[in-house]
Every structure is written in C-alpha cells, then in structure tokens.
C-alpha cells in the first residue's frame, strides 16, 4: 500500500521559514518524480514543484522560484520542501503527491498518483 506521511506545518511571521517533509512507503520511492501542490481556502490547486527520479532534476513555479527548494533523500525515502521567506500568500494546505509513472523524465508534464493526508501552512502576522 502506497503511504505518504506529511510533517512540518505550522504558523510562521511572514519572512519565516518551514521545512516539509513527506516520508514515503509502499513503493520503490527512488524510481518516481515526486510532487508538491497546494490549496488555500476558496482557490484552485496549484502546482508548486517537481523533482525527478535519477539526477533529481527540480522545476518550479514561478510564484515560488527563489523561495523553496524541493529535494529528495532517497536512502531515507523522504521528499522535503523547503519553504523560505514566506509570505502571506502562500497561506495553503501543503500535499506530496507520488507521480503515477516510473520514468527518467516527466513528459508532458507531472500525471498524479498518490497523494499525501496535507499539512497546512499558515504565515501571518
């Protein structure tokens, strides 16, 4: 059985910092590009980042290019997010999602599978 368990949320001032984790099992974690997407109250979903299998190459979205950092520890089958100077706006609740293929590359782009319970996010003053 796939299982993602998300840690790490919590409230923090605006200009914080977070670190997400997603501990992984039920599958070969290092075989699957892995995902975090996020949700506010009222709003779309939407895609944060992505980090490949192999080389772990990393993508993001521009609403958050040069603030988080996604990465991967393989050998503890354990994605992070690291969150940096937050701003209110990322206020959301936080998923690791499992991507549904087993490839080196993503495609067209990331195809969901699994996902995690969520953690939210909170940055306020």
């Known amino acids: 059985e796939v299982q993602l368990v998300q840690s790490g949320g919590g409230l923090v001032q605006p200009g914080g910092s977070l670190r997400l984790s997603c501990a992984a099992s039920?599958?070969?974690?290092?075989?699957?590009?892995m995902t975090w997407v996020r949700q506010a109250p009222g709003k779309v979903l939407e895609w944060v980042s992505v980090?490949?299998?192999?080389?772990?190459?990393?993508y993001y979205a521009d609403s958050v290019k040069g603030r988080f950092t996604i990465s991967r520890d393989n050998t503890k089958n354990t994605l992070y997010l690291q969150l940096n100077s937050l701003k209110i706006e990322d206020t959301a609740m936080y998923y690791c999602?499992?991507?549904?293929?087993?490839?080196?590359?993503?495609?067209?782009?990331?195809?969901?599978?699994?996902w995690g319970q969520g953690t939210q996010v909170t940055v306020s003053s």
């Open positions: 039920g599958f070969t974690f290092s075989n699957y590009a």
């Open positions: 980090i490949t299998r192999g080389d772990g190459s990393t």
């Open positions: 999602v499992k991507d549904l293929l087993s490839r080196y590359g993503l495609g067209e782009g990331v195809v969901f599978g699994s």
